[in-house]
């Protein structure tokens, strides 16, 4: 999908969710009810999928988790949730990689720099530029694992990572056949 194909999914998913307030309202006074449940987790595993890790999913999850509130303020915390992810995106944040990212992606750039000055100097050792070059691999590819908001679970290096990142999507299987 698209941003904006997320965006108005996201816009739809609150009407609906405003629409099932109007229509059943009294049906919701109590706890989050069958009736409510899917939608709320619908719109919650949209939040874990586009924004993990985020504010707008922890509102969103403590909303529903949390046994003192009835089942509208639940839909509406989800909703609003859902209002400032949208907004988010529609002011160009989403956009933004954090900060720890971008600082890996400057190390791997800055490390390929010095690849170029080490290949370019006089003679030198042929494993400088090779273990430079290796290190910048592995701090971008380090960087793409942080940006969508996967966990190391194993050993930490350029195998793991490639074999992450292609098990998410983010690289093909010719990209990443020269980490295996």
Not at 77 to 104: H, K, T, Y
Not at 126 to 131: G, R, T
């Amino acid at each position: 999908m698209t941003q904006e194909e997320l965006v108005q999914w996201a816009k739809n998913e609150q009407d609906r969710l405003a629409q099932l307030v109007r229509d059943r309202q009294e049906d919701l006074g109590g706890t989050l009810a069958s009736i409510a449940y899917a939608p709320v987790s619908a719109a919650i595993e949209f939040l874990r999928i586009q924004a993990p890790g985020s504010t707008f999913l922890s509102v969103a999850e403590g909303a529903v988790r949390a046994t003192k509130f009835d089942a509208l303020t639940a839909i509406d915390q989800v909703r609003g949730s859902l209002d400032r992810w949208v907004a988010f995106v529609e002011d160009g944040l989403a956009q933004v990689r954090p900060f720890p990212v971008e600082a890996r992606i400057a190390a791997a750039t800055d490390l390929m720099e010095q690849v170029q000055q080490l290949l370019d100097d006089d003679p030198r050792h042929i494993a400088a530029p090779v273990v430079l070059a290796g290190a910048a691999l592995e701090e971008f590819l380090r960087s793409r694992i942080e940006a969508r908001g996967l966990t190391v679970t194993m050993k930490p290096g350029i195998n793991t990572y490639a074999g992450m990142l292609r098990a998410d999507g983010d690289l093909t299987a010719q990209e990443a056949m020269p980490f295996s």
